[in-house]
């Protein structure tokens, strides 16, 4: 049974490593074509008129596209779109920055971990 705990151990460590979810880009495709494509490109680095593009959000500062005319509540946010910042974001949009243009929440962790690691593949 050794290599069989061993494998268990290893999964483990890699789940804490990668957060606390095992992240699927896949699903999170879908998710964002369910509920937040309706408002965001990512094809194009180009914003909507609905909403800033998020191609290439992942590691972008907050608020920095020049096409965008994001809320002040958003703007007054330093640093950069890391996964911990899109993870509070995304729960609750409107704890994190009350004022924000922004209301769609994914209150599932394990969904918007899926997005999250979609929104990386978006460069
Ligand atoms: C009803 C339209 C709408 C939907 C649906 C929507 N968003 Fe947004 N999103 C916005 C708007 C508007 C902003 C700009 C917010 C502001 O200026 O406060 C924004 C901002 C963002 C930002 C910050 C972008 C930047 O350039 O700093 C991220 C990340 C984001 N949304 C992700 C998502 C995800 C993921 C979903 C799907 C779960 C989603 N949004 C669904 C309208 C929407």
């Known amino acids: 049974?050794?290599?069989t705990i061993?494998?268990?151990?290893?999964a483990l460590s890699l789940t804490a490593a990668s957060g606390a979810?095992?992240?699927d880009a896949v699903?999170?495709?879908t998710t964002f074509a369910g509920r937040c494509a309706a408002c965001h490109q990512?094809?194009?680095a180009k914003s909507g008129p609905m909403a800033p593009s998020l191609k290439g959000v992942f590691?972008?500062?907050i608020a920095s596209l020049t096409d965008f005319n994001y809320s002040d509540a958003l703007k007054a946010k330093t640093g950069k779109w890391t996964a911990a910042e899109l993870?509070?974001?995304l729960a609750s949009p409107l704890k994190y920055a009350p004022g924000t243009k922004m209301f769609m929440a994914i209150t599932d962790a394990a969904d918007?971990?899926?997005v999250i690691a979609y929104l990386k593949t978006v460069k």
Not at 6 to 10: E, I, N, T
């Open 1 to 3: 049974m050794r290599p």
């Open 6 to 10: 061993a494998a268990a151990v290893l």
């Open 21 to 23: 979810y095992a992240q």
């Open 27 to 29: 699903a999170g495709k």
């Open 42 to 44: 990512v094809e194009a």
């Open 59 to 61: 590691g972008r500062k």
């Open 87 to 89: 993870d509070t974001y």
């Open 112 to 114: 918007r971990a899926n």
